[in-house]
């Protein structure tokens, strides 16, 4: 599998012939570098974490482009498909679909979840984390944004994760150290953790450094990657 990074939380993941991204902000996103355009080419799911505008991104307008299947949650999916949306498959947290080749789980966030329009902030369902399963591929489990809580306990039991990617910007998520904690206290059989939510706009942190520094020595490989460079695990 091929783990792509597009600055924020927005990934591209490569296996088993599928291209599924996850939280596709790139308009707006000053983190973001590259062509939009090559970037979701062969892509044919689009997976949400939650109602907020730096997770929804580029969802709707790549959907309508490519015909890729937005995975979500209920609300969210019923707000989008007001929008225009017309491939989409909704859930809530606690489910899990076979989109065919593999499956999506929806999981539990710490967070919150809503919209703004015309001046008004209206709720979009929970906030989750997502859990990528495919056969003879790692699994991954991406937390969208969240704080630590106990329950991640329960996560690594059902569902054994072999790629965690945890935000780590602070403010609106858990910060560096707390993230840290998160991954070594319930996720230290993972093979990778995978920082994100950070080094995007001023409020979050500007790197990763602190992140790296609280797992060191601590038998759990961190990988920072490049922004547009896949990496393989």
Known sequence: MKITWFGHSAFRLDFAGKAVLIDPFFTGNPAFQGDRAKIVEGVSHILITHGHGDHVGDALDIAKATGAKVVTNFELCMYLAKQGLGNFDPMNTGGTTDQGGFTVTLVRADHSAGLVEMDVNFPLGNANGVIVKAPGEPTIYHMG????????????????????????????????????????????????????????????????????????????????????VGVTV
């Open 145 to 228: 944004d969240t704080d630590i809580f106990g329950d991640m306990a329960l996560i690594a039991e059902i569902h054994q994760p072999d790629v965690v990617i945890v935000p780590i910007g602070d403010r609106f998520t858990m910060g560096p150290e707390v993230a840290a904690l998160a991954v070594e206290r319930y996720f230290g059989r993972a093979k990778a953790a995978i920082p994100c939510h950070y080094a995007s706009f001023p409020p979050l942190v500007p790197n990763a450094d602190r992140f790296v520094a609280a797992l060191d020595g601590k038998g759990i490989q961190v990988v920072v990657p490049h922004k547009t």
